[in-house]
């Protein structure tokens, strides 16, 4: 029988009592934005925010739990954007939606930075710390299509140096029990036949930075048939599938190339404020499990298709208690 795991792929929103602090210490300014050299004051508001938001996710039933991200004033491009040999200039557009994140052009060599990491740390020492913790990450194909490079020459190149540096930065995480790699840009802007190869290989040096389970969460559709093939290639644990933006072309994907030994499924909208019954998240399980008859899955992780910053903290809240009682509901029907 499967273990079923309730979690998200993170990047939660912040507590609103921490918006309106960190708006009067920091400004609502671009320049305001995080820079990776934040003030004692400052640190000190995202220690409390990161309690509450553990808080949120332990109380709902969660099995995994993250430190939200809630640094990441840039979304996915966080990790750059902070980085020293990155200079941040104008405004982009973070997919096709209404967020926007500062672009990160890379200047110069992409060395070890440790912002995760420091992140993670101030996590695990917290007081009310979780005792199974999931870390985020962009993934590499992603990061490197949020960013523009002027430093290494051409796609190839600049994608095996963020693929490195992401690596760098996962070693030197605490233990945690899952990495779950935030790859929309696979779907969104899929690669070439060789970039793709490229893109396998540099989930793999991410893969291989860490101990614990990795994830791919892919989302915002389905992955084309020869970029699903090169992700299954990559030395991951799981593949996640956004089962609320496109359900069909992911089954296809599964039933007809297969797929990992475990699998994340996205079946709650994490961008909608309408929040799924239990029930709901239950019946969904069921359906997929009942469409992959050929698939017999050591875990299933069961989460929000997209992060969640998108949401106000009670939908956000809401949506973690669906995932969990699913979760349990599924295991009792099974």
């Known amino acids: 029988m499967t273990e079923l795991v309730a979690t998200t792929p993170g990047v939660l929103p912040l507590p609103d009592w921490a918006k309106d602090r960190l708006g009067s210490l920091k400004g609502h300014q671009k320049e305001d934005l995080v820079d990776g050299d934040e003030g004692a004051e400052i640190t000190d508001v995202y220690d409390e925010a990161r309690a509450a938001v553990a808080d949120w996710q332990t109380t709902a039933g969660l099995h995994r739990v993250g430190e939200g991200q809630l640094r990441w004033d840039d979304m996915l491009a966080h990790p750059l954007c902070v980085h020293d040999a990155v200079e941040t200039r104008g405004i982009v557009r973070y997919y096709d939606n209404n967020n926007f994140y500062r672009e990160p052009v890379v200047s110069g060599e992409l060395t070890f930075d440790g912002d995760l990491a420091d992140d993670l740390d101030a996590f695990v020492a917290m007081a009310n710390a979780p005792e199974s913790v999931q870390a985020v990450v962009p993934g590499p194909y992603s990061l490197a299509d949020l960013a523009t490079d002027e430093f290494y020459g051409d796609e190839a190149a600049f994608l095996d140096a963020i693929a490195n540096f992401l690596a760098g930065e996962v070693r030197a995480f605490p233990d945690v029990e899952t990495v779950f790699v935030l790859e929309p840009s ?44 090169h992700v299954l290639d990559a030395d991951v644990d799981a593949v996640g599938y956004d089962f609320v933006t496109n359900h069909e072309d992911n089954l296809y994907n599964i039933n007809e190339y297969g797929t990992k030994d475990d699998i994340a499924l996205g079946l709650v909208d994490g961008q909608n404020t309408l929040v799924e019954d239990p029930e709901k998240v239950a019946e969904r399980v069921a359906w997929v499990e009942s469409n992959v008859p050929a698939a017999d899955f050591e875990t299933t992780y069961l989460t929000t298709n997209t992060e969640l910053f998108y949401l106000p903290v009670n939908r956000t809240k809401a949506k973690f208690e669906a995932l969990a009682e699913g979760a349990a509901l599924a295991e009792a029907d099974a």
């Open 186 to 229: 696979l779907v969104t802007a899929p690669p070439n036949d060789d970039l793709a190869e490229r893109a396998s290989e540099a989930l793999d040096s991410v893969a291989d930075a860490t101990s614990a389970d990795v994830v791919v969460q892919t989302y915002w559709g389905a992955l084309t048939e020869k970029v699903h093939a």
